[in-house]
């Protein structure tokens, strides 16, 4: 087999973090799996799934909170070396979004043996490793199996101080909430899966989606930023959900004020929509109010490896905004938290 010629993403039915089970069906799941397990509770347990974070966490002790994740997906890219890299680096991401630092990773890989040569498979694991490189941290082992597509992802452990910890929960009314990467990812992979893929966007996803989402370690210093999560699968409403839930307050979206790639106007034109942005709208019901078509392509698009929201006081913003800059990243508050109101939507995008 031509190596060069190996297109990856025909060998699976989904994509990248699109892959990802419907909310509404995971928490069906969840609940189903929670009424057989009842009173099972550990008093280290500092965060568990009761709000669907983005990694456990348990108190060792001496002030410290170890981290613990898992995330694995089927190829969102033709290229094994690329998706090694963006499955290392969207597991890894849960990490800094609970403001912690990676201390390790072990790989998770599944393969169609019968299809694909295993040194297509050393490829995607090369990928995961220079990730793990990057970030500091060793790729000390894994697991594999033979699968009828191929799989690849990270369990990763990761340390933060306990005062520092980072949730989805502690958003508070009239926070200011920033984004610190565009959105659309969803609909450039599948332009380029339909071959409407423009020339100056090549790579611009792949780019994207190997950033590794480092501030979050720098952001869990911060009192002022009060809960973090990362976006991905579930798409910028999915996720943003999760934290008005979790907090109980609602959200009020500046459609303009939002970070999106570039030509994505084209793309929606040219019905680039990946099935998860319908999934994802259908899944949050009518939590989610918006007022326009491109709304929905926009923040039900699932996002692989996206970047990390911020919910932030109001009074820290100008201080946010430097370090953000600094580091290079969308840097213009996307929208604020809300007392909810009886009634009506979670989320309001204007």
């Excluded at 699976?12 to 799941?29: E, F, N, Q, W, Y």
Aim: hydrophobic fraction near 40%; proline fraction near 6%.
């Amino acid at each position: 087999m031509d190596l060069d010629k190996i297109r990856l993403t025909q060998y699976s039915h989904g994509a990248g973090c699109g892959c990802k089970i419907a909310p509404d069906v995971l928490d069906r799941i969840l609940k189903s799996s929670s009424e057989h397990c009842t009173g099972i509770n550990h008093p280290n347990l500092l965060v568990g799934n009761e709000h669907k974070d983005d990694a456990a966490a348990m108190d060792i002790g001496n002030g410290q909170a170890i981290l613990s994740t898992t995330d694995f997906f089927m190829p969102i890219v033709d290229d094994p070396f690329d998706f090694g890299r963006i499955a290392a680096t969207n597991a890894i991401s849960d990490i800094y979004a609970m403001g912690g630092s990676p201390l390790m990773a072990i790989a998770i890989l599944g393969w169609p043996l019968e299809k694909l040569p295993a040194e297509v498979a050393a490829l995607v694991i090369a990928g995961g490793r220079q990730v793990c490189t990057s970030a500091g941290i060793p790729l000390a082992g894994g697991h594999s199996i033979d699968a009828p597509e191929p799989i690849f992802g990270l369990a990763v452990t990761g340390i933060v101080p306990t005062k520092n910890l980072k949730t989805n929960a502690k958003a508070k009314a009239g926070d200011l909430l920033y984004l610190t990467k565009p959105l659309g990812i969803g609909l450039l992979t599948t332009a380029e899966k339909k071959g409407l893929l423009l020339d100056q966007d090549q790579n611009r996803a792949t780019e994207l989606m190997c950033q590794l989402n480092r501030i979050g370690s720098t952001l869990s210093s911060l009192p002022q930023v009060h809960a973090i999560t990362d976006i991905t699968g579930f798409g910028l409403a999915g996720h943003l959900l999760e934290l008005c839930q979790a907090a109980d307050l609602s959200a009020e979206i500046d459609f303009k004020n939002l970070p999106i790639l570039s030509n994505i106007d084209y793309y929606i034109r040219k019905n680039c929509l990946p099935g998860g942005t319908h999934r994802n709208k259908q899944a949050c019901g009518d939590k989610i109010h918006t007022s326009a078509i491109e709304h929905d392509a926009i923040v039900f698009d699932p996002q692989t490896s996206g970047g990390i929201l911020i919910s932030v006081a109001p009074e820290y913003s100008a201080q946010l905004e430097a370090l953000l800059h600094e580091h290079e990243l969308p840097h213009k508050p996307l929208g604020k938290m809300v007392e909810p109101i009886p009634n009506t939507p979670r989320i309001v995008v204007r």
